[in-house]
């Protein structure tokens, strides 16, 4: 719930400031900062609840807690490209096909019970997946439409 509401957030701040600097508002930009913002929170846990996470990944995957944290620096990595004109394309393919990657961990975590921040197995369950399942689907989407969509459209116009 938390990187939702950072992410709806950061989106409304920044058309706020847009609109404040300027009469044109980006509503691309935004949905990208926004995204940004969000990653860059999600990659902090990376950091602060390394063991919890390394729980999430499948047994049969060696050096966990080192993967966990190399994909917190990725997540930055990611933030930052989709920021960058140049990178902001091939970003998001790399972002969604992350996300997919990780959807598995989420599945897992909530069929174990596992709270990731604590590491324990005391979490929310299968009642989770209800609302991780959409939410990671929707970061899927926004990621494409705030990025790739909309240049395959801008491009057909030219």
């Excluded at 509503?27 to 990659?43: D, V």
């Excluded at 620096?73 to 969604?96: C, F, H, N, Q, S």
């Excluded at 096909?97 to 369950?125: C, H, R, V, W």
Aim: charged share 10%.
């Amino acid at each position: 719930m938390k990187p939702l509401f950072i992410l709806l957030l950061t989106f409304i701040i920044s058309i706020g400031v847009q609109k404040l600097i300027s009469k044109n508002i980006n509503y691309l930009l935004s949905a990208r900062m926004a995204m940004c913002a969000m990653l860059l929170f999600t990659a902090l846990g990376h950091f602060l609840f390394t063991e919890g996470m390394s729980k999430m990944i499948p047994n049969f995957i060696p050096l966990k807690p080192t993967l966990v944290l190399v994909t917190g620096v990725l997540e930055i990595i990611l933030a930052i490209g989709l920021l960058l004109p140049t990178y902001k394309r091939t970003t998001a393919w790399i972002l969604i096909f992350f996300l997919l990657l990780m959807l598995p961990a989420n599945i897992k975590a909530s069929l174990e019970n596992l709270n990731y921040q604590t590491g324990t197995y005391d979490g929310k369950g299968l009642s989770y997946l209800w609302f991780r399942v959409p939410l990671q689907l929707f970061f899927i989407a926004w990621i494409y439409f705030s990025t790739i969509k909309t240049n395959s459209i801008i491009a057909s116009n030219l």
